[in-house]
């Protein structure tokens, strides 16, 4: 894997809308999309009163998950350099699977200078309720990431940073708004477990 290569490409090209939608429609069966697309926007704050910021997009490569490409591109020093304060936003084609996640909340215990935000398009093997990805996210969340579903507006958002748009406004698909708010209060009920636990314990501390 060339690491400088792949950080020039995934900033200097805009995905296709055709891709954009295939790949992040929120679709409850969603057959045939075995890759996982990462739009990134990278926030750095440089002095008392001045970010810069970075934004592009990644694909799964050379059998490399994709949210692990990101993270190799912060080692590499690609989007990140010690004594910086970073505020990170994934928006994802899919949530990340328990590995990632392990990999991910394991980086971020190492890197309190670094925020992490992730928008997921759809759940991926989230359906078993003793499924390893759903355990995943609630290690992600214990970590301190904030995990959300994508809806209209940060579809939007996505198509206006991310996609080559050329001024065509972007426009939802028949179940856009339904199937969002059902993956919300799936992802909702996964990690309600978390704070449930949270609450347990308060409330056991008490007696």
């Given at each position: 894997?060339?690491?400088?290569?792949?950080?020039?490409?995934?900033?200097?090209?805009?995905?296709?809308?055709?891709?954009?939608?295939?790949?992040?429609?929120?679709?409850?069966?969603?057959?045939g999309?075995?890759?996982?697309?990462?739009?990134?926007?990278?926030?750095?704050?440089?002095?008392?009163?001045?970010?810069?910021?970075d934004f592009?997009?990644?694909?799964?490569?050379?059998?490399?998950?994709?949210?692990?490409?990101?993270?190799?591109?912060?080692?590499a020093?690609?989007?990140?350099?010690?004594?910086?304060?970073?505020?990170?936003?994934?928006?994802?084609?899919?949530?990340?699977?328990?590995?990632?996640?392990?990999r991910?909340?394991?980086?971020?215990?190492q890197?309190?200078?670094?925020?992490?935000?992730?928008?997921?398009?759809?759940?991926?093997?989230?359906?078993?309720?003793?499924?390893?990805?759903?355990?995943g996210?609630?290690?992600?969340?214990?970590?301190?990431?904030?995990?959300?579903?994508?809806n209209?507006?940060d579809?939007?958002?996505?198509?206006?940073?991310?996609?080559?748009?050329?001024?065509?406004?972007?426009?939802?698909?028949?179940?856009?708004?339904?199937?969002s708010?059902?993956l919300?209060?799936?992802?909702?009920?996964?990690?309600?477990l978390?704070?449930?636990?949270?609450?347990?314990?308060?409330?056991?501390?008490?007696?």
């Amino acid at each position: 894997l060339d690491t400088m290569k792949t950080y020039f490409l995934c900033l200097s090209v805009l995905l296709a809308q055709k891709k954009f939608i295939y790949h992040y429609k929120n679709m409850r069966w969603a057959k045939g999309r075995h890759e996982t697309y990462l739009c990134f926007v990278v926030k750095r704050r440089v002095g008392p009163n001045s970010l810069s910021f970075d934004f592009g997009h990644l694909r799964n490569r050379s059998g490399c998950h994709v949210e692990l490409l990101f993270l190799r591109l912060l080692e590499a020093g690609a989007l990140y350099s010690v004594g910086l304060c970073y505020s990170v936003t994934w928006f994802c084609s899919w949530s990340p699977c328990s590995d990632c996640s392990y990999r991910l909340a394991q980086f971020l215990s190492q890197t309190p200078n670094l925020r992490l935000r992730i928008y997921v398009s759809r759940l991926y093997f989230c359906d078993p309720e003793d499924s390893s990805a759903r355990e995943g996210l609630r290690m992600l969340q214990r970590a301190g990431v904030q995990i959300t579903v994508m809806n209209y507006e940060d579809y939007f958002y996505c198509w206006q940073t991310f996609v080559a748009c050329r001024q065509r406004v972007f426009k939802a698909w028949d179940g856009l708004h339904q199937n969002s708010v059902q993956l919300a209060r799936k992802l909702n009920d996964i990690l309600q477990l978390f704070i449930s636990h949270i609450a347990n314990n308060k409330q056991t501390n008490r007696v």
